[in-house]
């Protein structure tokens, strides 16, 4: 079983990929930003209780920091701002 780090988990896309990688048996560590969409919020019960949350904002050095401690097979990165207007 592969454990993968996912920020911006609670987006758009990040939400799919959590779904799917929980549903192929892989183990995740969701990467969201203070304030952001807990996975309780979007995820079944039986499945936010597969999740570890690392809340983290990413322009924050200690918050990379705690990130870069979470041991994981992989990372993929979806922390983005989408609009172009921001």
Same mark, same amino acid.
């Given at each position: 079983m592969s454990r993968l780090l996912v920020?911006? *988990?609670d987006g758009f896309v990040g939400?799919?990929?959590v779904r799917a990688?929980? *549903? *192929?048996?892989r183990e995740v560590v969701a990467g969201i930003v203070p304030g952001g969409a807990d996975p309780a919020d979007w995820l079944s019960a #039986? #499945?936010?209780v597969r999740v570890e949350v690392v809340h983290a904002d990413l322009l924050d050095e200690q918050? @990379? *920091?705690? @990130?870069a401690r979470v041991e994981?097979?992989?990372v993929i990165h979806l922390a983005a701002i989408a609009s172009g207007g921001d």
């Amino acid at each position: 079983m592969s454990r993968l780090l996912v920020t911006g *988990a609670d987006g758009f896309v990040g939400r799919h990929l959590v779904r799917a990688a929980l *549903a *192929a048996g892989r183990e995740v560590v969701a990467g969201i930003v203070p304030g952001g969409a807990d996975p309780a919020d979007w995820l079944s019960a #039986e #499945e936010s209780v597969r999740v570890e949350v690392v809340h983290a904002d990413l322009l924050d050095e200690q918050a @990379l *920091a705690r @990130l870069a401690r979470v041991e994981c097979d992989a990372v993929i990165h979806l922390a983005a701002i989408a609009s172009g207007g921001d």
